[in-house]
Nanobody
Framework: QLQLVESGGGLVQPGGSLTLACTAS?????????GRWHQRPGKEREAIACI???????KLEDHVKGRFTISRDDAKNTVYLQMNNLNIDDTGIYYC???????????????????WGQGTQVTVSS
């Protein structure tokens, strides 16, 4: 069974950068589309990015476009989220999740996803 583990979170100053990794075990990540989600303190979890199996297409929500990049290395069973120019609103827990069908269509809906990681905390603060 596919298991996902996030890493790379931490404390960063506004304007700084972090790279989050989502690594799979128990199964190959290659057939899955992978979504990245963000939960701000006290708020619902929301989708911010998705990358299709094969990595040839991806989607980013408007508020992270130009700052975040999603990529994958299936040889390492890992999806990366490069986050630049971070601001206080980027604080929260970041999750990854697997999406089996329809590439990244409907990637903002939680019911599209099967397996979830445990999340990694990102704190943007001066």
């Amino acid at each position: 069974q596919l298991q996902l583990v996030e890493s790379g979170g931490g404390l960063v100053q506004p304007g700084g950068s972090l790279t989050l990794a989502c690594t799979a075990s128990g199964d190959s990540m290659a057939p899955y589309n992978i979504g990245r989600w963000h939960q701000r303190p006290g708020k619902e979890r929301e989708a911010i990015a998705c990358i299709v199996h094969g990595g040839f297409n991806w989607k980013l929500e408007d508020h992270v476009k130009g700052r975040f990049t999603i990529s994958r290395d299936d040889a390492k069973n890992t999806v990366y989220l490069q986050m630049n120019n971070l601001n206080i609103d980027d604080t929260g827990i970041y999750y990854c999740a697997s999406k089996e069908k329809y590439n990244c269509a409907g990637f903002v809906f939680e019911e599209e996803y099967g397996h979830w990681g445990q999340g990694t905390q990102v704190t943007v603060s001066s």
